[in-house]
């Protein structure tokens, strides 16, 4: 049944338990594979993302984890990378040397026009304050800067997977409803898409927001353009609570098969390989 997840975050970031008691879920639910993939260090302070003091630890108790789970579920070590312009990206150095099964690249954070970083995974509230005051609520402006990196980010590679791309979407649609389908915002994702495409990379279908919001990143209105570039997709619930892990998929599994899939990535002894949707 696909029961497979790759994007997930514990204790050592902004998860909201101990790293084994997604292990336990993942084992109890079923799944053949699991990856834990911590929100990587930045070069500067945050609640949110693991500290670099903690790495060594974070994969020491991956590995633990890995032995004692042997045989019940694949265990993969991961972590998911911000795109920061010259600052930070997945292909540093640092990153390509920690001993990770795999690596996300994911944009959270763009420059304003000033240089100050913001933050565009938020609060559609606080999405709304950010925009009004760094962009004179310029959404395209914003969208511009957020795809500007996104294309970055595929550029500069060293990851295996891009996540939740478009997630700036919800929010957008929030602050101007219908704006997701202006000809110059599907031209911005179709670009992104395109260029994904071009470098042979695979896409995520974050399933975190099904619940909550009744969507996906990207948005399914995008799967079929997705399918007809060719693009693999890997479904991951980034669950940041041990009872969500499996939240939404079957949902996207089904999306994706009525937009023309009939396979999925999935990481098995230690490969990428497409795997038959089963559902």
């Not at 898409?193 to 948005?219: D, V, W």
Request: hydrophobic share 40%; proline share 3%; aromatic share 14%.
């Amino acid at each position: 049944m696909n029961l497979t997840n790759y994007h997930s975050h514990c204790s050592f970031c902004d998860g909201r338990a101990p790293m084994e008691e997604f292990v336990k879920s993942a084992v109890a639910a079923g799944f053949t594979a699991y990856g834990v993939s911590s929100h990587a260090p930045l070069p500067f302070a945050t609640q949110w993302t693991l500290k670099q003091e903690e790495v060594v630890a974070y994969l020491r108790e991956i590995e633990r984890l890995k032995k004692k789970y042997a045989g019940q579920i694949e265990l993969y070590a991961g972590m998911e990378i911000d795109y920061l312009s010259g600052v930070q990206n997945p292909a540093n150095d640092y990153f390509q040397n920690l001993p990770l099964d795999y690596r996300i690249g994911s944009v959270h954070l763009v420059y304003t026009d000033e240089g100050e970083i913001i933050d565009t995974d938020t609060s559609a509230e606080n999405f709304s304050f950010l925009l009004h005051k760094y962009f004179g609520g310029d959404l395209r402006r914003l969208a511009e800067r957020y795809y500007e990196a996104s294309l970055e980010l595929v550029e500069s590679g060293g990851f295996d997977f891009i996540g939740h791309a478009d997630k700036i979407f919800y929010n957008a649609e929030c602050f101007e409803p219908g704006v997701t389908g202006y000809s110059w915002y599907k031209e911005l994702c179709e670009n992104l898409f395109r260029r994904i495409a071009g470098k042979g990379l695979m896409l995520e279908i974050n399933t975190k927001a099904y619940q909550s919001k009744g969507c996906f990143f990207p948005a399914c209105q995008h799967f079929e353009i997705i399918h007809r570039l060719g693009i693999p997709v890997v479904v991951n619930s980034d669950a940041h609570f041990p009872e969500r892990i499996n939240a939404g998929r079957q949902e996207a599994l089904a999306q994706l098969k009525a937009s023309g899939f009939t396979s999925v990535c999935e990481m098995h002894q230690g490969k990428w390989l497409e795997v038959s949707i089963d559902i």
